[in-house]
């Protein structure tokens, strides 16, 4: 029995042994490694230049350098992002716009208040918070033709028009595709219509205008007579 024991724990010591042994880092010969490219991966720095000796962005000299070009794989989107906006910047594309439906539910809490905030930075500068063309770079006069969003052709104006104004630039406005992502833009669509008058609103100056007009030519038609 004793011997058995002595047996059995000169065994447990011998695989302990042998386990640090191959543990430790006196084995200097390198292991094989299936996909070196994939185990030690080449960091990319966003906006950094990379050295053409190791990279190219030229498609055609893919194999003696490593391809990157940093953009998305064709036909990918980043998590979270909304479907691409396919339709030409051109007239045909322009008119089409019209049957665009915005894809997001009006704005609400946290979306609300930061789509303000980037109207005032990006938009309010020519546009005036209100949206009326009153901005800093408007009233200067150094910019004409921007758009008052409370006149009555742009709250008829359809989202998907609006839309494409923003993403390709219409007149002298140009594009806002770079600095704000597709989600932000439909936002920015559902911002401008809370400064636009509401229909009802619109009903009821209409109305107070045509009554104006009636009591002025009626009391004309008595001055006359």
């Known amino acids: 029995m004793k011997r058995f024991t002595f047996l059995t ?10 386990g640090f042994i191959s543990c430790s880092n006196g084995n200097k010969v390198p292991g094989k ?3 070196p490219d994939m185990t030690y991966s080449r ?7 990379l050295d053409s000796t190791v990279f190219t962005t030229n498609a055609a000299n893919r194999g003696h350098e490593i391809f990157y070009n940093s953009k998305p794989v ?4 980043k998590k979270g992002e909304l479907f691409p906006y396919t339709l030409p910047n051109d007239s045909a594309g322009y008119a089409m716009s019209a049957g665009v439906k915005n894809p997001l539910p009006p704005l609400a809490g946290k979306d ?3 789509t303000a905030r980037l109207f005032n930075v990006y938009c309010a500068i020519c546009h005036g918070a209100e949206g009326k063309a009153n901005g800093p770079l408007a009233t200067t006069g150094k910019i004409g033709g921007v758009a008052n969003f409370t006149l009555d052709a742009y709250v008829k104006m359809a989202d998907g028009t ?4 923003i993403n390709y630039g219409k007149n002298n406005m140009g594009s806002y595709a770079s600095q704000l992502d597709r989600k932000q833009r439909w936002q920015l669509v559902h911002y401008i219509r809370t400064l636009q008058p509401k229909p009802e609103a619109n009903a009821a100056a209409a109305t107070a205008t045509t009554e104006t007009v009636t009591k002025s030519d009626s009391s004309s038609t008595k001055k006359g007579k």
């Open 9 to 18: 724990a000169g065994l447990i010591a011998t695989i302990l042994a042998v």
């Open 33 to 35: 490694i299936y996909m």
């Open 43 to 49: 960091a990319i720095e966003s906006y950094s230049l």
């Open 74 to 77: 064709d036909g990918t989107i």
């Open 112 to 114: 609300s208040a930061e």
């Open 162 to 165: 609006m839309f494409h104004s």
